[in-house]
């Protein structure tokens, strides 16, 4: 796929918001486009099926996926790697990665030194890793597929929001204590991104100690 024809594929909605938003691409196209960067053949060889069984699953959105991958097609070659290697990492532990990948977007389009986006993608998956940790050892969640392929449960999607939450604090630094931040990020989306069965046990469980380990493993040695 061409760069133009990523663009035309990428058109969102017009001005006049009458113009409907192009239909997703699919997973073929995504991995045909992975084939055409200028990327090591063994990362090629190692991303193309978890991230095939990513956007299968639902750990990752086709248009996301897309847009993500162009967007590291403009960059060198080494810093490309860096960040599809750690996506990869993601999507190996069965984690959703829309937000991953648009974390990256987003710092790039703020005009960030690669440093600055490497460290914010590296704290957003640590904070994953923790957040799963952390919650498996509350048994507030079960042990799940942790793989790309497996089915996606409600509870890697508590996870995720979980996690982001956190960062979103650690990175944001709001003037609510870090449990009132995350307690009301999680009653936002009850009900609605996570069902009561889900979420609620999380919200009983949530204290300043629980939080207070996810950031502890995110951030230790």
């Known amino acids: 796929m061409t ?9 969102g909605v017009g001005a006049a918001a009458q113009v ?13 486009f992975l084939q055409g960067m200028a990327i090591s ?4 060889a190692a991303v193309a099926p978890v991230l095939g069984a990513g956007m299968t699953t639902g750990r990752a959105g086709t248009r996301v996926a897309l847009e993500f991958l162009g967007r590291l097609a403009l960059l060198p070659r080494a810093q490309a790697e860096e960040a599809l290697l750690l996506v990869h990492r993601a999507l190996e532990r069965g984690f959703i990665v829309d937000g991953l ?11 960030q030194p690669w440093e600055a986006v490497m460290t ?8 994953l890793l923790a957040t799963q940790q952390v ?3 509350h048994r507030v969640i079960g042990p799940g597929s942790q793989a790309p392929g497996g089915p996606l449960l409600e509870q890697d999607r508590l996870v995720v929001e979980t996690a982001w939450a956190v960062g979103d604090w650690i990175l944001g630094q709001p003037r609510d204590t870090l449990e009132s931040y ?7 989306l009850r009900g609605s991104v996570l069902s009561p069965g ?24």
Do not use: C, H, W
């Open 3 to 11: 760069a133009r024809a990523l663009l035309v594929l990428l058109v």
């Open 135 to 137: 919650l498996l050892t």
């Open 101 to 111: 990948m648009n974390e990256v977007l987003k710092v790039l389009q703020m005009g």
């Open 198 to 221: 889900v979420v609620d046990p999380l919200l009983a469980a949530l204290t300043p100690e629980l939080l207070g380990q996810i950031a502890s493993r995110a951030y230790g040695p």
């Open 20 to 32: 409907p938003l192009a239909p997703a691409p699919s997973v073929d196209q995504v991995l045909g």
């Open 41 to 44: 053949p063994e990362l090629k």
């Open 120 to 127: 914010t993608l590296r704290v957003r998956f640590n904070l």
């Open 182 to 188: 995350v307690r009301s990020r999680l009653v936002r």
